[in-house]
């Protein structure tokens, strides 16, 4: 169809060329607290920005519309998102599946929220279609996917796990941070909902900490927003105003991220320091036909394990001069995690070794600087943790 702006190209251009009083082509910010009533007993759009704010809703019809979906909610962080959906979509002593290598932040929410009574929750490898079919005989009310998961990039098939909730009458709800939409989207293979952790690619900057929940109906729309409001989970208007200024670029960012991950891949597939890279673009990954067909790029996450264990992650990361020993990811600087110590420390031991978290394992948030000086980092680590191996 000529003419039509294509889907991404709407998302990215939300709000812009609509001002009406100066015809400023970025929208204006509105960070006011509250909106006047024309008249007693009027009914306006907007009353008090906790429970809607202009800017706030302009992010969140950027993302609903890179999504797909039918409307969405922003919230202050990633994890307020969870607890709204949480709250609005399952009743009290409900149920949970989640996936037993979920971010360890939904982790210790999901575990502080169901030992308090709220409901409970079952982790489930959703990679174990057998498991997955065990978990869902009994009666559950949301199915958290997260794929590919944090860190070890498993992919779960949307298609085939969500045809499976559906048929136990289950909602599903997939937490798309680490894709973004430009790379993965849920709804087209029959999610009900879907969640980001905004921080991460959609803002890409390192400088917001967000979240934001895309739904299908209208009356989820409503239950979603009603409930975000109740429990003040709502963004702020400059944040929604940064993360909608991120969002602009995040087609043209993904790109020069998975580019760059393109460049290091063959340093740490063939270095003799590394045990195991998993990263969803690698034939011999166990997803890798599956992330190959619902994903349009494998991503700039990669995890791999040290031979040397411990020492070796220790000589890799001191010395970095680009990557930073950061928690976080999609932003357009480099990083390196080390999930065990940093981002899945809210895990039991227990629960990080059945997550395969071990103690050898690094996360590469892969950035978009200039690749030359990133595989030289890369490689210089990694020539040190050869060292003491
Ligand atoms: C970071 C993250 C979250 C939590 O988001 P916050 O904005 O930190 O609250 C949830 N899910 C995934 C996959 C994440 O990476």
């Known amino acids: 169809m000529t003419g039509e702006i294509s889907q991404l190209g709407r998302g990215l251009r939300t709000g812009l060329d609509a001002d009406p009083r100066y015809s400023s082509i970025v929208p204006p910010i509105y960070p006011g607290t509250n909106f006047a009533f024309a008249e ?8 008090y920005s906790r429970s809607g704010n202009p800017t706030r809703d302009l992010l969140a019809e950027a993302i609903v519309t ?12 990633g994890l307020s998102a969870l607890t709204a959906v949480f709250t609005a979509m399952v009743p009290y002593g409900g149920r949970i599946i989640a996936p037993h290598d ?46 590919p998961s944090n ?20 909602l599903t709800l997939a937490d798309n941070t ?4 430009v790379r993965q989207r849920p709804i087209e293979y029959g999610c009900e909902m879907v969640v980001h952790s905004t921080t991460k690619f959609i803002n890409g900057h390192s400088d917001v900490v967000g979240g934001a929940i895309v739904a299908t109906t209208m009356e989820a729309t409503e239950q979603l927003t009603h409930w975000a409001n109740v429990l003040g989970l709502t963004g702020g208007a400059f944040d929604a105003w940064l993360a909608l200024r991120g969002l602009r670029t995040l087609d043209a960012r993904v790109r020069v991220h998975d580019a ?20 969803p673009g690698l034939p011999d990954h166990p997803g890798h036909q599956i992330a190959a067909r619902q994903q349009s790029s494998f991503g700039s996450m990669v995890s791999f394990e040290l031979a040397g264990g411990e020492d070796a992650v220790r000589a890799f990361c001191h010395g970095l001069r680009i990557f930073d020993l950061a928690e ?44 030359g000086d990133l595989l030289a980092d890369l490689t210089d680590g990694l020539e040190r943790a050869a060292a003491v191996t």
């Open 178 to 181: 680490f894709c973004s939409p």
């Open 40 to 47: 007693l007993g009027d009914q306006p759009r907007y009353e």
């Open 66 to 77: 890179l999504e797909g979906g039918v409307g969405g909610v922003i919230t202050s962080s």
């Open 151 to 170: 860190p070890l990039l498993r992919v779960v098939d949307l298609e085939s796990t969500v045809a499976a909730a559906r048929d136990a009458g289950v």
């Open 328 to 371: 976080s990811l999609g932003g357009v600087e480099s990083l390196v995690a080390h999930p065990a110590s940093m981002t899945h420390a809210a895990m039991t031991p227990e629960a990080q070794l059945a997550a395969g978290i071990t103690p050898a394992l690094l996360r590469l948030s892969v950035g978009i600087e200039p690749a």
């Open 102 to 147: 979920c971010y360890g932040g939904t982790w210790r929410l999901l575990n502080h929220l169901s030992e308090r009574g709220s409901f409970t929750v079952d982790y489930v490898d959703q990679t174990d279609a057998d498991a997955l079919a065990v978990a869902l005989r009994s009666p559950a009310d949301l199915l958290l996917i997260e794929t």
């Open 260 to 279: 760059n991950t393109a460049e290091l891949l063959p340093a740490l597939v063939t270095h003799p320091a590394v045990d195991r890279v998993h990263y």
